[in-house]
């Protein structure tokens, strides 16, 4: 009977190891190495999946009008963030929603296919990385 052979490291091994620890820690620097998010946080507002108007945040103040599907939006658009001061819509979730300050928040108004969201500014440090599915 043979007996099977004795397994024992050797270079090639080492240079394998090697090659995968390089590998993750260039994953790592380009997950976790970007910057802050890019330019002025800005609000998008958007009406029937049509872009209608960009806002940067950084210097509005006041008020703004929207209408869709024969609702109508009072938008108050501040440095901090973007307030549904008034709508017309039956069930007012765009109002309740309060303000949004943080890249990647919205407010949708779904009976007048109104979308609020804001892009850009700095990354939050509470959101996920990664969002699948």
Not at 31 to 39: A, Y
Not at 46 to 75: K, M, P, Q
């Amino acid at each position: 009977m043979r007996r099977s052979p004795k397994l024992r490291p050797n270079g090639w091994d080492a240079l394998v190891i090697l090659a995968v620890v390089l590998l993750a820690a260039a994953c790592a620097v380009t997950v976790w190495g970007r910057g802050g998010g890019t330019g002025e946080l800005t609000a998008v507002v958007s009406i029937d999946g049509r872009e209608v108007e960009r806002v940067a945040l950084g210097s509005a103040a006041g008020e703004r009008v929207y209408a869709g599907n024969g609702y109508t939006l009072t938008v108050d658009f501040e440095p901090g963030g973007v307030t549904v001061r008034e709508a017309d819509c039956p069930t007012q979730d765009c109002v309740h929603t309060g303000t949004i300050t943080r890249s990647g928040q919205s407010i949708v108004c779904l009976p007048g296919r109104i979308i609020i969201q804001l892009t850009g500014g700095p990354a939050d440090a509470s959101a996920p990385d990664v969002v699948i599915g």
